[in-house]
């Protein structure tokens, strides 16, 4: 039985990475330790076998916590827990720095304090900063670390934590960047799940600037199992691009949605341009592909339609999280604790 510390499991890439890896493989047992944030949403994980997913309500910068909630035979964390949403990093910085810097050393000084075999950090292509328009140029691994946001400096961060505390402690860690993801269960902050909620009631969908902002997408799913992978096969003291080489301008992604939706193109409304917006992220996978045997399985047709389902299909799902109703999920499962 191989045992996994997953951070941030009840978000959205977090609870389909736990759901996965707890369908493919059976002699797997997770425990799940996240603070639930606004983010965190237990319905994501309703189902699973309590026997072999334990869920700890914990803070990864409180080190105490975590070193109680980390058992000493644990084969590698998953640090998925971070402050994910651009957005809120322009509004407020702090919590980004806390939880993806300050949590990230946090997880390392546990890691090597309880001798866990392996360290994944789950970044993102953000941490590269922007590609210019129509250009063919593309992330690569060896792309320089350029973050426009706040929220991408905060992931750049901890990239060079995790970096450090190989090079000075020997900590065996890699590191995936991946790019937009969408799928299932995503909070509906973020640009796909939004415009298909606003779509579904006939709100207007707001899209910033020109709407030519390029973004790579992926399917959550397919992300995931290049996070395993990296596990299994990337080598200590790498980084992984991860992307389906599927660039999408935004207002093409908000079309089709509307499209699948039979929903009138007069429901967008231009909206002023986010501040310091990246204009394209386009990723090159070849490493990816080549030392972790990954490739993506889900086209971009099949997993938006699949999406748009998911989110039709569970309403309930859409309006806990609107109404912030998903918050008392806890306290009438767990009680107050
Ligand atoms: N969503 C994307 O498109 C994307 C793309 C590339 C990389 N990533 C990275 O993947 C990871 C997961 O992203 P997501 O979209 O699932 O995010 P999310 O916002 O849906 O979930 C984040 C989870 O982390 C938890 N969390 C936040 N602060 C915490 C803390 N201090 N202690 C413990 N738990 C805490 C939240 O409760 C939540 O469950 C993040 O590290 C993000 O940077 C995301």
Known sequence: MKTFFVTGGAGF????????LLADDPNVRIINYDSLTYAGNLENLAGL?????????????????VLAA??????????FAAESHV??????????????????????DAARAKGVRRFV??????????????????FTESSPLQPNSPYAASKASAEFIVRAAIET???????????????PRQFPEKLIPLMIANAMNDEPLPVYGDGKNVRDWIYVDDHCRA????????RSGEAYNIGSRN?????????????????????IRYVTDRLGHDRRYAIDPTKAETELGWKPLTSWEDGLIGTIDWYRNNQPWVEHVRSGEYREYYRRMYGEV
């Open 13 to 20: 890439i977090g609870s389909a990475f736990i759901r996965s």
């Open 49 to 65: 076998d309590e026997n072999r997913h334990v869920f700890v309500n914990g803070d990864i910068c409180d080190r105490s916590s």
């Open 70 to 79: 980390l058992p000493d035979d644990v084969d590698a964390i998953f640090n």
């Open 87 to 108: 957005d809120r990093s322009i509004t407020s910085a702090d919590e980004f720095l806390r939880t993806n810097i300050i949590g990230t050393q946090v997880l390392l």
């Open 121 to 138: 950090q789950i970044s993102t292509d953000e941490v590269m900063g922007s590609l210019p328009d129509e250009s063919d140029e593309y």
């Open 169 to 183: 402690f020997g900590v065996d860690a890699v590191i995936t960047r991946c790019g937009n993801n969408y799928g």
């Open 227 to 234: 996070i395993w992978l990296a596990y299994e096969n990337g």
């Open 247 to 267: 660039e999408q301008y935004n207002i093409d992604v908000v079309h089709a949605i509307l499209d699948a939706l039979g929903k009138p193109y007069d429901l």
